[in-house]
């Protein structure tokens, strides 16, 4: 970064060009994602799909766990999936609501069972 200098000059460049790069995107995205029916059996299959996706990686990182996961013992990761699949189905299917109970499950039980 040598070449853009250094201080705030740097940093509102950075700033002008990553809201250039992005913004468009974002702003796209609302005005398509405004006209979906979230009832379409479109919609529902791509809902279908990316909670399969989340699905396999949830099982594979529990089965074969990598990096720092691999220090969890497997009890741990069992609880937190199976804590993560029940809140999942108690709230009606929630995606967000089962991956972040797995994932507040699994960050416990690392603390208190080491």
């Known amino acids: 970064m040598n070449e853009l200098g250094t201080g705030a000059t740097t940093l509102l460049l ?3 060009i990553s809201l250039f790069m992005h913004e468009p995107w974002r702003w796209l995205g609302l005005a398509v994602g405004s006209r979906i029916d979230i009832q379409s059996p479109w919609f529902q299959w ?3 799909v990316a ?4 699905a ?3 099982v594979r ?3 074969f766990p990598a990096g720092a996961l691999a220090a ?3 009890g741990v990761r069992l ?3 199976a804590a993560g699949i029940a809140v999942f189905l108690f709230t009606g299917r929630h995606l967000g609501a089962g991956v972040g109970t797995g994932a507040l499950v699994l960050v416990a039980g690392r603390l208190l069972f080491g």
């Open 14 to 16: 950075m700033l002008a």
């Open 46 to 48: 791509v809902r279908g």
């Open 51 to 54: 909670s399969a996706l989340v």
């Open 56 to 58: 396999g990686l949830v």
């Open 61 to 63: 990182l529990t089965l």
């Open 72 to 74: 969890v013992s497997s």
């Open 79 to 81: 609880s937190a999936m």
